[in-house]
């Protein structure tokens, strides 16, 4: 009798244990990813067809967005793990948001080339991204 008991009891802890297992980490997850930062990549004409990015300073998932109400985009990261992605296009007066999804510390360059003037963003050489 004391054995089933027993048996009955640890059977119900055991099913606590493996339910808290299996439901903590969803919450947590949808946590992080449900509320990124978003950090909005900004440029600038500074002359005839010349166009300067700022730096962008992001961190692990977030959300980094890109936008120009003036002309097409073409964006080429040159480390496709920081996004997922290594080629995107952007419809001018459209919006693209992407996620940072490996974020080792470090200094990441890509590229915008802007089909409205035919010429690349750049930045103090081409844009970067750093990941503090």
Same mark, same amino acid.
């Given at each position: 009798?004391?054995?089933?008991?027993?048996? $009955?009891?640890?059977?119900?802890?055991?099913? !606590?244990?493996? $339910?808290?297992?299996?439901?903590?980490? %969803?919450?947590?997850? &949808?946590?992080? /990813?449900?509320?990124?930062?978003?950090?909005?990549?900004?440029?600038? #004409? !500074? $002359?005839?067809?010349?166009?300067?990015? +700022?730096? @962008? %300073?992001?961190?692990?998932? +977030?959300? !980094?967005?890109?936008? +120009?109400?003036?002309? =097409?985009?073409? @964006?080429?990261?040159? =480390?496709?793990?920081?996004? $997922?992605? =290594? &080629?995107?296009?952007? #419809?001018?007066?459209? &919006?693209?948001?992407? &996620? !940072?999804? /490996?974020?080792?510390?470090?200094?990441?360059?890509?590229?915008?080339?802007?089909?409205?003037?035919?010429?690349?963003?750049?930045?103090?050489?081409?844009? /970067? /991204? @750093? @990941?503090?």
């Amino acid at each position: 009798m004391k054995s089933k008991r027993f048996l $009955g009891f640890a059977s119900i802890v055991l099913m !606590v244990l493996i $339910g808290g297992f299996l439901v903590a980490p %969803h919450e947590l997850l &949808t946590e992080v /990813i449900g509320n990124p930062v978003t950090k909005k990549a900004k440029f600038t #004409k !500074v $002359g005839n067809k010349k166009w300067k990015a +700022d730096p @962008i %300073h992001a961190s692990q998932n +977030d959300a !980094v967005a890109w936008s +120009d109400s003036t002309s =097409d985009l073409y @964006i080429q990261f040159m =480390d496709a793990t920081l996004f $997922g992605v =290594d &080629t995107q296009t952007l #419809k001018k007066g459209n &919006t693209l948001t992407l &996620t !940072v999804r /490996i974020a080792k510390n470090g200094t990441y360059p890509y590229a915008i080339f802007r089909t409205a003037d035919s010429t690349f963003v750049t930045g103090d050489s081409p844009p /970067i /991204i @750093i @990941i503090p």
